[in-house]
């Protein structure tokens, strides 16, 4: 195969991240936006020794999973949803099989083993309109207008898109304010290549039951002229609750800056998981499927077990979501999260809903936990601190070597493990299982529909012997 090559190919399995894959005499071709099933024409981009990556040209024959008429325009163009055009029965089959493989090939789980412990995929009734969070990039195109949208795929160059799928009706009335507002006033949008242009993004919360709606401006400066005019134009939309900027002037992939200034109402909104409410900041990590999420927390109860007189560490407690989940059924709950503004939020997220047997520690996990075992064995005249259940909800690189050692060495008898990504999951889990533990659950929920990730919760008990 050589690039530029036109091959007909049929799809007959799917990588990770979306693509179709298909052979031609033993030869591998990945081909984004195609599906497991389709016949397709494809155009060869990059070929190696015994693969190639290639661009669909088209789709000879559908497979019975497309659906002809996928909910956004810009599907294939937009990075955000990578299998939309994928009937939402098979992408629930297509996550949960990427779970399990991940599972079986890095952690080393036997088929048998899962078959007894993984459960089917958590999925939604309604896969639309579910994310309570989007933060849109602002741009110019081509004639210079100023757009709002998504990134294509692996690039920064924005799709003009006001109208996901995947968010609220409400952002594309946002959206339209702003830019208006920024055309009226001949206000910049930034421009990345050079680094100049004031409005970065615009990031949009939304609570689903409190119908709270905050608005923060990401700017490539330290104000925004006029702004007053610009919030009394937002607060005219029902549930307006929060107008802020973020100054970010940083040549930077990160979107948000360290700094939140207020323009109009509060600094935060709330909103509620189960009965526990929530107090969030622009700069608060939140699940962005609330409805999701509850399901997902009410797992995380259910494997960790309680029954009232159990410690349980919370590791990488955001704002407190599980800690506050968990309190409820806990004698007593430790979480433990790096971020400062967080553990802030955490704390008055406790005291808002008058839950007393929690305390948050800042500080890296593996730097906390020891310190408070070591205090514990001077107060104790060297009796070892032993924890009852730790839970832990990584970024999606996974945990720290030397916290998978911390709960080891703290004799946890039972981890909950959360995670955004199956393959540093398994890894983890292969550490864990190889130092006294067994995985007893296994279940997947569809947090993200319409794209390639899925969150996976575990629970794992150390063995007796």
């Not at 967080?342 to 800042?362: P, T, Y």
């Not at 911390?406 to 039972?414: D, L, N, P, R, S």
Request: hydrophobic content about 40%; glycine content about 8%.
């Amino acid at each position: 195969m050589q690039k530029n090559d036109v091959v007909t190919v049929k799809i007959e399995d799917m990588g990770s991240n979306g693509e179709g894959i298909g052979k031609i005499d033993g030869y591998t071709l990945f081909i984004k936006d195609s599906m497991i099933g389709d016949l397709v024409e494809a155009r060869i981009m990059k070929a190696k020794k015994n693969y190639a990556y290639a661009r669909l040209l088209n789709v000879l024959t559908p497979s019975e999973y497309r659906v002809e008429h996928p909910a956004c325009k810009v599907v294939r163009s937009c990075g955000g949803c990578q299998i939309q055009e994928m009937e939402y029965g098979r992408q629930l089959r297509f996550k949960e099989d990427k779970v399990r493989e991940n599972l079986i090939r890095i952690g080393g789980i036997s088929k048998e083993v899962l078959s007894k412990v993984m459960e089917p995929i958590l999925g939604m009734e309604e896969p639309f309109a579910y994310r309570n969070k989007a933060q849109f990039p602002i741009g110019t195109d081509r004639n210079g207008k100023i757009v709002a949208g998504f990134y294509a795929g692996r690039t920064h160059s924005i799709i003009p898109n006001m109208k996901c799928a995947l968010g609220v009706e409400v952002n594309e009335r946002i959206l339209r304010c702003v830019i208006e507002f920024m055309e009226e006033f001949k206000i910049s949008a930034y421009q990345e290549e050079e680094h100049r242009g004031l409005v970065r993004h615009v990031l949009i919360r939304y609570g689903f039951r409190t119908k709270e709606i905050m608005v923060c401006l990401v700017l490539n400066g330290g104000g925004i002229p006029h702004g007053d005019v610009l919030a009394e134009r937002l607060c005219a939309i029902e549930g307006m609750t929060s107008v802020t900027y973020s100054m970010n002037r940083d040549r930077t992939n990160v979107i948000m800056g360290k700094e939140i200034r207020l323009l109009w109402g509060q600094t935060y909104i709330t909103d509620w998981i189960g009965d526990v409410k929530y107090r969030i900041s622009p700069l608060s990590f939140f699940q962005v499927n609330p409805v999701q999420t509850e399901k997902l927390y009410g797992l995380a109860l259910q494997y960790a077990q309680l029954t009232g007189e159990e410690t349980v560490w919370d590791l990488y407690c955001g704002i407190g979501t599980i800690s506050l989940f968990l309190a409820k059924k806990a004698k007593q709950v430790f979480g433990v999260e790096v971020v400062p503004q967080a553990v802030l939020d955490a704390r008055n997220n406790a005291k808002i809903n008058g839950i007393r047997n929690v305390e948050f520690f800042e500080g890296k996990a593996e730097e906390v936990l020891p310190e408070f075992g070591r205090r514990y064995e001077e107060e104790h005249e060297g009796m070892k601190y032993h924890a009852d259940v730790v839970v832990v909800d990584p970024p999606r690189k996974g945990c720290e070597e030397g916290l998978l050692r911390t709960i080891v060495e703290m004799g946890a008898e039972k981890v909950v493990y959360v995670s955004c990504d199956p393959a540093t999951l398994a890894r983890d889990l292969k550490v864990l299982c190889g130092e006294g533990y067994e995985v007893e659950r296994v279940r997947a929920v569809d947090q993200f529909p319409h794209t390639v990730h899925v969150e996976t919760i575990v629970s794992i008990q150390r063995k007796t012997s």
